[in-house]
T-cell receptor
């Protein structure tokens, strides 16, 4: 079935450095999402993105976060600078522009900020 | 702010049994209700969804929604070891899944032979 690929699966980074999480969404999907899951907690919505723009973001989407999908390539989440509390699993997801459709998730990238 | 709670946190059932998973939500304006299943090390995958009050059956799986009670559930008939996974309920205010999904914390299901 359709797959969302996330690269890398695990990344360790020093606090204060920049990190970019990459997502290869399902081809021909137009809506993209990032969710964050801190260990032991619920998966929480960060942001959704359509037609080159952020449509909605949650309070978890701090000023240090940004998303983009330049020229139909990877959909990325950039954190600059990183903080210890950014350690979590980040799930990318995508959906088509049709109604009544499911959201396809990737396996997640485990980010560890040390 | 929407709150979504699942019960139980974990469940062990024998193969062939009926499994019932529960999800409550706080926002009565919610319009889209879904169950996702996540096998260990895999991506969460949509299992079933419903918009209107009532029941919807797909194979061994039935989703039941009662908006007045702010509750929906997933029932698995003839549970199989391959059903062992983390089950996540999700709720959205929009009439499609485009809007943000609010997830529960998950129910870990183990089906033992």
């Amino acid at each position: 079935g359709p797959k969302v690929l996330q690269i890398p699966s695990h990344q360790i980074i020093d606090m204060g450095q920049m990190v970019t999480l990459n997502c290869d969404p399902v081809s021909n999907h137009l809506y993209f999402y990032w969710y964050k899951q801190i260990l032991g907690q619920q998966m929480e919505f960060l942001v959704n993105f359509y037609n080159g723009k952020v449509m909605e973001k949650s309070k978890l989407f701090k000023d240090q976060f940004s998303v983009e999908r330049p020229d139909g390539s990877y959909f990325t989440l950039k954190i600059q600078p990183t903080a210890l509390e950014d350690s979590a699993v980040y799930f990318c997801a995508s959906s088509s522009d049709r109604g009544d459709t499911e959201v396809f998730f990737g396996k997640g990238t485990r980010l560890t900020v040390v | 702010q929407q709150k979504v709670q699942q019960s139980p946190e974990s469940l062990i059932v024998p193969e062939g049994a009926m499994t019932s998973l529960n999800c409550t939500f706080s926002d009565s304006a919610s319009q889209y209700f879904a169950w996702y299943r996540q096998h260990s090390g895999k991506a969460p995958k949509a299992l079933m969804s419903i918009f209107s009050n009532g029941e919807k059956e797909e194979g061994r799986f039935t989703i039941h929604l009662n908006k007045a009670s702010l509750h929906f559930s997933l029932h698995i008939r003839d549970s199989q070891p391959s059903d062992s996974a983390l089950y996540l309920c999700a709720v959205s205010q929009a009439s499609s899944s485009f809007s943000k999904l609010v997830f529960g914390q998950g129910t870990s299901l183990s089906v033992v032979p």
